[in-house]
């Protein structure tokens, strides 16, 4: 059974930082590729970041670059979002998702992942 869980959501104050994972299990993801999105209440699943397991290319929503961070540790079978200076507009729900390479979707468009975490919710007050 594939599984992506995620952590590390809380409540942080604006300009704090938090540190999200997604642990994988149940297949091997090392040619897939990796993405975060988050979804604020009443918008739409928005892109934030990925990663290509295999290959480490990394690309960033203009929102989120400079200030958040994608990682893999191939060991853990585990990726990381680390989140920097928070803003309250960073408020939503974060998502894990993996997706298979090939698709001729965008793989900043959700509808390109094959598997979804549950989501963890980051809350950042003003």
């Known amino acids: 059974q594939v599984q992506l869980v995620e952590s590390g959501g809380g409540l942080v104050q604006a300009g704090g930082s938090l540190r999200l994972s997604c642990v994988t299990s149940g297949r091997t993801f090392s040619n897939y590729i990796m993405g975060w999105f988050r979804q604020a209440p009443g918008k739409e699943r928005e892109f934030v970041a990925l990663i290509i397991w295999s290959g480490g290319s990394i690309a960033y929503a203009d929102s989120v670059k400079g200030r958040f961070t994608i990682s893999r540790d191939n060991a853990q079978n585990t990726v990381y979002l680390q989140m920097n200076s928070l803003k309250p507009e960073d408020t939503a729900v974060y998502y894990c998702?993996?997706?298979?390479?090939?698709?001729?979707?965008?793989?900043?468009?959700?509808?390109?992942?094959?598997?979804w975490g549950q989501g963890t919710q980051v809350t950042v007050s003003s």
């Open positions: 998702a993996a997706g298979r390479p090939g698709t001729s979707v965008p793989f900043n468009d959700p509808n390109a992942y094959d598997y």
